[in-house]
């Protein structure tokens, strides 16, 4: 019956046009009541009108309503997939066309990019639309609200994690890969490594969820290190990550920068196996390092740009100390602000120390 009511009301405000009379909102129902009353047509379309029944209507609704999901679900799955260009003029598939801006004076000879949606195009925006002023932002709940999506970037080495577990990332790392740790804890990138768009000002992660720091990484294009399995020739470091070793042997405590559930927590590893190590890896968020024999005489490539200090040497409240038995230079607390991977370099040739080698994946 609603539908049938809908047909009227359509046809009433048509009939109502075609005499100048105006069909608002506010007197719809009245003006459709009068036409009923004083046009046999319309009371014929009421008479004869097909009724549907209120248990269609609903199901017709939940397809609506499951299909506008499904399209919604579809599109963030993409999006959550790459990372966006969104420095392109356009959405994908559709095509640019270059026209002079009619709001611009004839000086200027300005051009206005103009995107023509294709063919296949099924949704609810307008098909040509100029995106050139457009933020990042706006371009995003373009793609949310009009079933559209721009190409993917060609992504880093370290957007992707070749490791059994694929997505796991070192979330407990003070700061992503490119980026150097400070005094206060937040993070710099370091511009000869580090090429994405957020190098303006310092960030500080420590507040930031496993899953604000995925997001953050898919705007920013800077990734976490990949959790990596030792290998079965290499043992795991006496302390993990961030974790500095006390005056006892084997016992550990968390240093400054680790923001872990563990924060203030005491640990002595001695007998722990490797598999107990992993429990306390998951349970305390936190990552041992993998250490191999040779791993301080030979190498093929030393990994400067994972590794903010060299080999046995600890993080502390933004520096790398050296570990009690070093006295073969002087300078046993750097400050790892800045330590670019030329000045590791060269601290290894002044200092003999090294960095850790380079994971061959």
């Given at each position: ?13 048509f ?8 069909c608002?909102?506010?007197d ?123 190409e993917c ?106 923001i ?49 200090c ?17 006295s073969v ?15 590791k370099k ?16």
């Open positions: 019956m609603r539908v049938a009511f809908l047909s009227v009301l359509i046809l009433t405000c009939y109502e046009r075609n005499n100048n009379i105006l608002n909102d506010h719809k129902n009245s003006k459709s009541e009068n036409a009923l009353n004083s046009n046999t047509m319309l009371k014929n379309i009421v008479k004869h009108s097909p009724i549907i029944s209120e248990s269609t209507i609903e199901d017709t609704e939940l397809d609506i309503v499951k299909k506008a999901h499904k399209n919604e679900n579809d599109m963030l799955n993409s999006i959550e997939k790459c990372i966006k260009n969104y420095a392109l003029p356009c959405p994908k598939n559709w095509k640019l066309k270059k026209v002079m801006n009619s709001q611009v004076k004839k000086i200027d000879e300005e051009e206005e990019n103009i995107c023509i949606a294709s063919q296949d195009y099924n949704g609810f925006c307008e098909t040509a639309k100029s995106f050139d002023n457009f933020s990042e932002h706006d371009k995003m709940n373009f793609e949310l609200s009009c079933n559209v999506e721009w970037k060609e992504t880093s080495d370290n957007s992707i994690c070749n490791s059994e577990n694929k997505q796991k990332r070192y979330y407990s790392s003070p700061c992503p890969i490119g980026f150097i740790i400070q005094k206060d804890n937040s993070c710099i990138a370091d511009i000869t490594i580090y090429k994405g768009m957020c190098n303006v000002n310092n960030i500080n992660f420590t507040h930031m969820t496993d899953m604000e720091k995925e997001q953050w990484s898919l705007r920013c294009d800077a990734y976490w290190p990949c959790y990596e399995e030792c290998k079965l020739n290499e043992d795991y470091s006496i302390c993990p990550r961030l974790w500095k070793e006390t005056e006892k042997p084997f016992e550990c405590v968390p240093t400054d920068e680790y872990g559930p563990c924060k203030g927590h005491i640990q002595n590893f001695k007998n722990y196996t490797k598999n107990m190590k992993t429990e306390f890896e998951e349970l305390c968020k936190v990552k041992f390092e993998c250490i191999n024999v040779n791993d301080d005489n030979t190498c093929d490539e030393r990994d400067y740009e994972h590794s903010p060299p080999i046995g040497w600890i993080i502390q409240n933004g520096y790398c100390l050296a570990p009690k038995s070093y230079c002087n300078r046993t607390k750097i400050s790892i602000e800045n330590l670019t991977i030329k000045k060269q601290f290894e040739t002044d200092c003999l120390v090294r960095w850790p080698c380079k994971k061959i994946k």
